[in-house]
């Protein structure tokens, strides 16, 4: 097929990734799982099936059921995935490899994508407006390879095509995974119960319900990493809810290793810059404070919320040329991240104290959502009044 507008030559692409040397798992999905949880496939290694279709002369890659333009044609920038290609392919349909980007999780002008022209991509589809997250998707050093399906179930196949498995009964072995403890699937089943687990097999997981995990001699605990790497051998029915793909089990036995699909290593982008922040209110220094504000702090980077527990600090501090007295006792506040915005809001539960120098401190231990360590920070301000 001919080379679309906006796709990067494979040499390139092939410089920058050697220069970049780096492995990661891939990750064997579904389209509607990477529109549905870009934040978890944001940056991996995937594995997809589907077909290309090419419109206004830019290259977007479809799930099988949208294998016509109108069927595959929502609005321009409705979470469409562009792929940037590594290797031009002669197919249209197959099994596509590559690394999965959400653009709005990106900074623009972020300097490991200096390879990629995204300009004529977003003039089309957001007026050239940098696109919000969860907007635009991209698959960058695509690769489109011939993909046969097994004749009979397996792990993977299920997995990358679940239509065609559904309501049907399977036989799969995979590694137990317990309840998702090393972060194989995106999103839970829709009804969860204590007693649902995860098993992997090559680049595919895929959760099993309705079954204890255990038999004639062994049990395993879905929240013990000690019993994960064991082999099982489940037997049920494949079930799915849109994205979402499970195996209501039926019955289970420890099994050997089978012989899994070969995976690829996949030279990735390096990590990106540690997190900081861009904006407060107030900002730095700032003098005559109103008592009741909200105190913002917004970060460059999507933050772990859970790792700012016991880790933001509010208090007052003596002003300069202070000698004398101690400052007030620390107040209360309430600590919330907001995912959408990526800011973190200081409630508190009763107005700061007038004419006070006040200092928030974020310490040691807060991270980015990829575990990428975020340096100890300091806001310092006065209130008025």
């Given at each position: 097929?001919?080379?679309?507008?906006?796709?990067?030559s494979a040499v390139a692409v092939l410089v920058v990734a050697s220069a970049w040397a780096q492995t990661s798992t891939r990750v064997a999905t579904t389209v509607d799982a990477l529109r549905s949880a870009p934040v978890f496939f944001?940056?991996?290694?995937?594995?997809?099936?589907?077909?290309?279709?090419?419109?206004r002369g830019f290259v977007r890659f479809v799930a099988p059921s949208e294998t016509t333009p109108e069927a595959a044609a929502p609005a321009a920038a409705d979470r469409a995935i562009y792929i940037y290609w590594r290797d031009q392919p002669s197919r249209t349909s197959g099994e596509l490899r590559g690394e999965f980007w959400d653009l709005g999780r990106l900074t623009e002008g972020d300097p490991r994508f200096t390879a990629y022209d995204f300009k004529p991509l977003l003039e089309a589809a957001?007026?050239?407006?940098?696109?919000s997250r969860d907007q635009i998707f991209v698959v960058i050093g695509a690769s489109l390879i011939e993909s046969t399906l097994p004749s009979s179930a397996t792990l993977r196949a299920i997995v990358l095509a679940p239509e065609r498995y559904e309501n049907r009964g399977v036989t799969v072995s995979g590694r137990f995974r317990g309840r998702n403890l090393h972060a194989d699937v995106a999103a839970p089943v829709p009804t969860p119960t204590k007693f649902d687990f995860v098993i992997q097999s090559a680049d595919a997981s895929i959760w099993i319900t309705g079954l204890q995990p255990k038999g004639s001699g062994f049990e395993l605990d879905p929240s013990a990493r000690r019993d994960t790497g064991r082999w099982v051998q489940i037997g049920g029915m494949v079930r799915r809810q849109g994205p979402r793909v499970w195996i209501e089990g039926k019955e289970i036995?420890?099994?050997?290793?089978?012989e899994d699909t070969t995976e690829v290593e996949v030279p990735a982008t390096p990590p990106e810059p540690p997190?900081?922040?861009?904006?407060?209110?107030?900002v730095p220094d700032e003098i005559d404070v109103d008592p009741d504000t909200i105190i913002r702090i917004q970060f460059s980077r999507d933050?772990?919320?859970?790792?700012?527990?016991?880790?933001?600090?509010?208090?007052y501090a003596l002003k300069e040329g202070v000698v004398q007295g101690l400052p007030p006792a620390a107040p209360i506040v309430n600590v919330s991240y907001n995912v959408g915005?990526?800011?973190?809001?200081l409630k508190l539960a009763k107005p700061m104290e007038r004419f006070q120098k006040v200092r928030v401190e974020l310490l040691d231990g807060i991270k980015a959502i990829d575990g990428t360590p975020f340096k100890p920070w300091t806001l310092s301000f006065v209130t008025g009044r």
């Open positions: 097929m001919a080379r679309s507008r906006g796709v990067p944001h940056g991996k290694p995937i594995a997809v099936l589907g077909s290309v279709v090419e419109q957001t007026q050239g407006r940098w696109p036995a420890l099994s050997g290793p089978t997190p900081s922040v861009v904006f407060t209110a107030p933050m772990d919320a859970r790792s700012f527990k016991d880790r933001v600090r509010l208090s915005n990526r800011g973190l809001e």
